[in-house]
């Protein structure tokens, strides 16, 4: 189930108790008025942010923009107006990243500056931290939105070194926010599981909640007629994707069963690094130093079809800004450019990671071929997400 509804609409009259609350939101169009109305009701502080709260969702904003997060494997992921929301099918990328990461810090690899060992902070003159023993493993994500995979990479493993890109700066002040919170281990950064569960998989009836998947953000991924131009769904059924429930993921990102456990210092033997956010172009705005560095490069970048960016359903068209959805006339420029610049990034035997539609995978895997990877194509049917899994040096791993 998908958290958030498919409709908008207007509402009259005000009132918080719950049956009031369920019944605005269900006049309003909002398929999932009941969790919904729970949400709402646990976030306010007082009745009158309560009335705020439903005044705009009864106005059609999407549900994570007015709380201001969205749940990720676990976690709460900051997200402001306008920034690409994380949606659910997205978790198949950190699934990737976690199996392909070093077990242990690479052999021979440069170090870096901001490396902590245990749960004990070196901070340095400048007050960022000092490399103190071996290199961590690196990971970069582009088109990085609010920062949830790097941040659910971080989550899990907290001995990696996280880079986070995107061109957007109110993404990347969300990003910032939501790697600092996991990083320094504050409980805020982590969700609670609510009383209901969000799959983004099905709607009432069995309908499929697959929308248009504006840049692989998993606004579902039901094809059109079986077309699926791009992994765009004019049915609009899954008018969004709230990850605001228990997600697949959200109960054990590390494997200890505990969310808890998942937090930079319960792992007292690993390494902690301070994520880096970047705000530019893709591998603009990284430092020389990285180069040669990265063990995984991760991508979430935009792949709707120019012309299917009509067909997506309203709460991602009319809120989420244009460059997070729009991949270009056959939604592949910015795959193509990801896959062009990542060799001279990688370590030796590095893996590049892009989230997909099911309908481009061939596509997006023929890509990363071309710039010299060997690719494989991998699928999640829990959270419907595809993915293609690239290798430097033609080793694939599987």
Sequence with gaps: MDARGTGTGTGTGTGTGTGTIVARLRAAGCVFAEEEAQLFVAEAHDAEELEQFLARRVAGEPVEYILGWAQFRGLRVVVAPGVFVPRLRTGIVVREALRVLPAVPR????????????????????????????????????????????????????????????????????????????????????AE?????????????????????PGGAGLGGADPGGADPGGADP???????????????????????SPDACRPDAASSRAVTVPHVHTGDLYAPLPASLRGR????????????????????????????????????????????????????????????????????VATAGILEAAGFAAV??????????????????????
């Excluded at 420029?333 to 309908?359: F, K, M, N, P, Y």
């Design 294 to 361: 990265v063990d995984v490069i991760t991508a979430n970048a935009p792949y709707v079809p120019t012309e299917d960016i009509r067909l997506m359903p309203p709460e991602a068209r009319e809120h989420e800004a244009l460059a997070a959805l729009d991949g270009g006339s056959d939604g592949l420029d910015l795959q193509r450019r990801v896959a062009e610049g990542a060799a001279e990034w990688l370590a030796a035997g590095g893996h590049v990671i892009i989230e997909t539609s099911r309908r481009q995978a």
């Design 107 to 190: 052999e021979g690899a440069a170090s870096a500056p901001g490396t902590f060992h245990g749960s004990g902070r070196s901070p340095d003159a400048g007050g960022v931290g000092s490399f103190l023993d071996s290199p961590t493993p690196v990971v970069l994500d582009l088109c990085c939105g609010a920062g949830a995979i790097g941040a659910a990479i971080l989550a899990a493993r907290p001995d990696t070194e996280v880079h986070a890109v995107d061109i957007d700066p109110a993404a990347t002040k969300c990003a910032r926010r939501t790697l600092d919170a996991v990083w320094s281990g504050r409980p805020s950064a982590y």
């Design 193 to 213: 599981p609510t009383p209901f569960a969000v799959t983004g998989s099905a709607a009432p009836g069995g309908a499929d909640l697959g929308g248009a998947d």
């Design 235 to 257: 049915g609009g059924a899954e008018s969004g994707s709230a990850n605001l429930g228990a997600d697949p993921g959200s109960a054990d990102l590390a494997g200890t069963g």
């Design 377 to 398: 194509i991998v699928r999640d049917d829990e959270v419907d997400g595809t993915a293609v899994v690239a290798t430097a040096g033609g080793v694939t791993g599987r």
